[in-house]
């Protein structure tokens, strides 16, 4: 149950991380472009 919900957990912190690091590059790339 428990490593069930370390899965559940990780994706949900990957696809945030990865949503993230877009929005961040993205931002980064409009001030330093």
Do not use: F, P, V
């Amino acid at each position: 149950m428990m490593e069930k919900l370390l899965k559940i957990i990780n994706g949900r912190i990957k696809s945030l991380t990865s949503h993230k690091g877009y929005t961040i590059i993205s931002l980064l790339g409009d001030h330093y472009g």
